[in-house]
């Protein structure tokens, strides 16, 4: 049997000694942390605990037309909630749901589903029914006993009294998508919060909802309240002023779905072979699709939006909430055709060529940049065809597109020949080849820089305008630069996309090819052309309101029982491009004369574009000039043609723009320009506008998005197109 030496005691000894000290120390510290540091934390848990507080949402600031209608409102409404706490236990959980059942009318399940929403965190009441009645609140709260943890809270639900009139413009309220909670719930909203999800709902926000206020309750250990420990009243939202007229507005809608339904009862031109035969691929009769289409007017001296249409139109009252997901989908689908997209603003989202309404633009960039020997007195003859100069001629033979045509001539059958044409009649009758020539020759005599890009990006085109929407697309240039990040994104293919030829341009000159704009772009440019060169940025909203403004009469507001709190519109313009009157008005004068002609006698007479639909128009009441434009659509088949149409006011105290186009429905002069006529005709005092008036309770049966809308009288709309593809 082995001895311990003496001399190792002493030191196991002072082992233990030095661990009992470090347990010890160690033992202070956290004793010394939970009175001296965390019992503050601790406090607070423990106030939880004891207390519940019950967020009480502000009412959301309304918002009104330019005339003070009510747009925007909201009704008292009242929510049931559950302490979390009481519902732990599913025992706990369960009986409660079966007891809540009946008085909810919400079946067990359901109920169950919604106690154990993970949203909402461990000190957050969770919603189990909206909009209960006064009695079955009362019933709850008069019986705390059987229903322990419920709390009836006040909020507010949107009301939108006029249903799809000015939807687009408007937007609607939304349950807060799960890819967005930890934004809003940073910047202080609850899970169960409803928020703008488009429209200007969505763009003013944070300024509409106001700041919430809270109720705090002391409460026992099932969650009965023993007394109120303190309340703070929330702060309404402010009020919003738009500057969109609903009775404008009203007749923009009315007009644009009025055509479109009688575009689609409208035969398409035929197909024919390089022969002059019909093309037996498309024997049968097609008709124009004409699915949709959009309108807006705005006042060029300022960048206001007078009126902004978009076809589909929706009900916003749809997104109300207490519609079954079922039946939600039938009416919104998922789709990846652009025809049946019915949540698009096609006004600051469509994507599109816009023909020779493109045209006034080219005529800026070729006068500005000195590309016309004489200017506005260069001269070209039209013989119908335009060769292009830059292309020997022994690649034309080897199969590169070197020639390009004017419209076909209905009297021929045969391209148009203009003869000799100026800017001003070039616009005027719309030749091609005069702005095939300037296309070609802009990049050609000038080292391939893209001078026509530069100049087009002048008015806007190719970035977005700012307007105060969400989704507002940007557009796109033709460049070497687009081509190839198209073909690197698989849209054209890789050969295609290893350069910027010829071709591309002159397409680019007559608003074809790579070029994609929307229709607040071209009413943007067309505004600067009326205005003398100020860029406005536009803008759907005039100013937000101090809460609480008060109502003149049903449905109306006094604006001058309010203040404003911050202007939305300025009325200085964010840049200006250089319009000497030089440049200014060969083409100004071509654009008026589409309106009234007169047009150019070569062979025979041929009337400008907007001549035939315009006659009749009060032009001495409101005078005005414009540009038709047709897109030529897949396959170039007629029946897929676009329509596009622009104008602007020559009357200074009237400084109105517009710009209307019309999906797969025809020549310019044909479908979009009756649009714009009509529009200018009512804007002229010419119509008597429909009052304005709430909409038809929302029929919760119907499968319809809206109700379909119409002129009362569509005589305005009436009159002959051109004899050319325009």
């Known amino acids: 049997m082995s001895m311990q030496k003496p001399e190792s005691v002493p030191k196991r000894l002072v082992a233990l000694g030095v661990v009992a000290l470090v347990l010890f120390g160690a033992l202070s510290t956290r004793m010394w942390f939970l009175q001296a540091v965390g019992s503050r934390d601790v406090e607070e848990v423990i106030i939880k605990v004891r207390t519940r507080t019950i967020k009480l949402l502000p009412e959301r600031g309304r918002i009104f037309d330019s005339a003070g209608r009510v747009m925007a409102d909201n009704k008292r409404t009242l929510v049931v909630t559950i302490d979390r706490d009481v519902v732990r236990k599913p025992a706990e959980r369960l009986a409660l749901a079966q007891r809540l059942s009946g008085p909810l009318s919400v079946p067990v399940e359901t109920l169950l589903v919604r106690m154990q929403d993970e949203r909402y965190g461990p000190f957050e009441s969770i919603p189990l029914r909206e909009d209960v009645s006064e009695e079955t609140a009362l019933f709850l709260m008069e019986r705390v006993e059987d229903y322990p943890g419920i709390f009836v809270r006040e909020e507010w639900r949107r009301n939108y009294p006029y249903g799809a009139l000015g939807g687009h413009v408007l937007g609607y309220l939304g349950a807060i998508l799960k890819g967005n909670l930890a934004y809003y719930k940073s910047i202080g909203y609850d899970p169960n919060e409803r928020v703008g999800q488009y429209g200007v709902e969505e ?30 009243e929330p702060l309404a939202g402010n009020d919003l002023q ?12 009315q007009a644009l779905e009025t055509q479109l339904l009688v575009r689609r009862r409208v035969e398409a031109g035929q197909v024919r072979l390089p022969d002059g035969t019909l093309d037996p691929q498309y024997a049968e009769i097609n008709y124009y699709k004409a699915p949709a289409g959009s309108v807006v007017v705005m006042n060029h001296n300022s960048g206001r939006v007078v009126a902004m249409a978009s076809y589909p139109r929706f009900d916003v009252r749809w997104f109300g909430g207490g519609l079954p997901k079922d039946k939600f989908s039938q009416l919104f689908p998922r789709t990846d055709d652009p025809d049946l997209s019915i949540l698009v603003n096609r006004a600051i989202s469509g994507r599109y060529n816009v023909g020779s309404s493109f045209k006034p633009l080219v005529a800026y960039a070729a006068l500005d940049t000195g590309q016309l020997p004489g200017g506005a007195k260069y001269s070209f003859d039209d ?31 045969a391209p148009c020949r203009y003869g000799e044409v100026n800017v001003e009649a070039a616009l005027a009758v ?7 020539k300037i296309g070609e020759q802009i990049l050609t005599e000038r080292g391939y820089a893209p001078v026509l890009e530069d100049e087009v990006r002048k008015f806007g085109l190719g970035s977005p305008t700012n307007i105060d929407l969400p989704y507002e697309y940007a557009g796109t240039i033709p460049s070497k630069e687009l081509k190839k990040r198209l073909a690197d994104i698989g849209a054209i293919s890789q050969e295609s996309g290893r350069a910027y030829y010829v071709g591309d341009q002159v397409l680019f000159a007559i608003g074809q090819g790579l070029l994609s704009v929307t229709p607040l772009q071209m009413a943007q440019a067309y505004s600067a052309i009326a205005n003398g060169g100020r860029i406005y940025e536009p803008r759907v909203a005039v100013a937000l309101l101090a809460p609480g403004t008060l109502d003149s009469r049903p449905g109306f507001v006094d604006f001058g029982t309010t203040e404003v709190v911050k202007r939305v519109v300025s009325i200085k313009p964010t840049r200006r491009i250089a319009m000497p009157t030089e440049t200014r008005g060969p083409i100004v004068k071509g654009m008026a004369r589409v309106i009234t002609g007169p047009g150019v006698n070569f062979d025979y007479y041929h009337k400008t574009t907007g001549e035939n639909i315009f006659r009749g128009y009060d032009y001495e009441k409101l005078p005005i000039a414009g540009k038709t434009g047709t897109a030529q659509g ?19 105290s009237q400084p109105y723009t517009a710009y209307a186009y019309l999906e797969k429905a025809g020549y310019g002069s044909q479908a979009a320009a009756p649009v714009v006529k009509c529009i200018f005709t009512a804007l002229a005092g010419n119509y008597r506008y429909d009052e304005v ?3 038809d309770p929302l029929d919760k049966a119907s499968f319809a998005v809206a109700p379909t809308t119409s002129l009362r009288n569509p005589l305005c709309l009436v009159g002959g197109s051109s004899d050319t593809r325009e």
């Open 430 to 436: 719309s030749s091609d080849t005069f702005f095939y």
């Open 693 to 695: 008036l709430p909409a």
């Open 383 to 413: 013989r119908g065809t335009y060769k292009l100069q830059s292309i020997p001629d022994d690649r034309c033979q080897q199969g590169v597109k070197c020639v390009f045509r004017n419209s076909i001539c209905r009297a021929t059958g």
């Open 634 to 652: 897949l396959n170039n088949l007629p029946w897929n043609d676009s329509s596009a149409f622009g104008a602007f006011s020559l009357d200074s």
């Open 203 to 232: 763009t003013y926000e944070t300024a509409l909802r106001g700041t919430p206020g809270f109720v705090r309750y002391e409460v026992d250990a099932i969650g009965n309240i023993l007394r109120l420990v303190e309340r703070v």
């Open 242 to 253: 738009l500057s969109i007229d609903l009775k404008v507005q009203q007749f923009a809608e």
